[in-house]
């Protein structure tokens, strides 16, 4: 099925540095939603974005709605141990159409 | 957030049989649920959507007769893998999406590992 394209695939940083994942597509969505996936648990929802150039704050994470409305990015800011998982964007076109994937980013976290 | 619980978490079974996997949303009403399937250390893969009271839509590659999707009511949908092999084993997601996440957030449910012996 379609994917987006979710950069990069893996990170291992240092506890306390600030983290950055991307996510883009050739065409437009709606809808920017970014997860979090801890192994052998479903997703998490963190943040939805839901108009192009919106900048949303959750805590230490920060996403933003590309004005093209083709890309979204989510930071992380002074990672700790606990931010350790798989990072998703999602997107979705239009109401009632089923999510769109990307391939996720896997964050390691040392201490 | 809204709650989606999905039941059992884990699950082995003998090849042949079918297994049963339920998906309920708690404290809404879901008007769209999804069913994916994911191997280890790759993204989601979208198996099918369904709509409470009609029938599943199922994405291509995705054999109907073998993963029923049920969604009888605005809480509850069921996954049954019918006449499982090993190649089955895999671990299942649904989600579920109404109302309460402005139709556009989706909420997901624990996820079900299912190992088929």
């Known amino acids: 099925g379609q994917q987006l394209n979710q950069s990069p695939q893996s990170m291992f940083i240092q506890e306390g540095e600030d983290v950055s994942m991307n996510c883009t597509s050739s065409s437009i969505f709606n809808t920017w939603l970014w997860y979090k996936q801890d192994p052998g648990e479903g997703p998490v929802l963190l943040i939805a974005?839901?108009?192009?150039?919106e900048l949303t704050s959750n805590g230490r994470l920060t996403a933003q709605f590309g004005i093209t409305r083709k890309d979204s990015f989510l930071n992380i800011s002074a990672s700790i141990p606990s931010d350790v998982g798989i990072y998703f964007c999602?997107?979705?076109?239009?109401?009632?159409?089923?999510?769109?994937f990307g391939k996720g980013t896997t964050l390691s976290v040392s201490s | 957030g809204a709650v989606v619980s999905q039941h059992p978490s884990r699950v082995i079974c003998k090849s042949g049989t079918s297994v049963k996997i339920e998906c309920r949303s708690l404290?809404?009403?879901?008007?769209?649920m999804f069913w994916y399937r994911q191997f280890p250390k790759k993204s989601l893969m979208l198996m099918a959507t369904s709509n409470e009271g009609s029938k599943a839509t199922y994405e291509q590659g995705v054999e109907k007769d073998k993963f029923l999707i049920n969604h009888a009511s605005l809480t509850l949908s069921t996954l049954t893998v019918t006449s499982a092999h090993p190649e089955d084993s895999s671990f299942y997601i649904c989600?579920?999406?109404?109302?309460?996440?402005?139709?556009?957030?989706?909420?997901f449910g624990q996820g079900t590992r299912l190992t088929v012996v």
């Open positions: 999602a997107g979705l076109r239009q109401a009632g159409t089923a999510l769109i």
């Open positions: 989600s579920a999406r109404g109302v309460l996440g402005g139709d556009t957030e989706a909420f």
């Open positions: 974005l839901y108009k192009a150039g």
């Open positions: 404290d809404f009403q879901a008007t769209t």
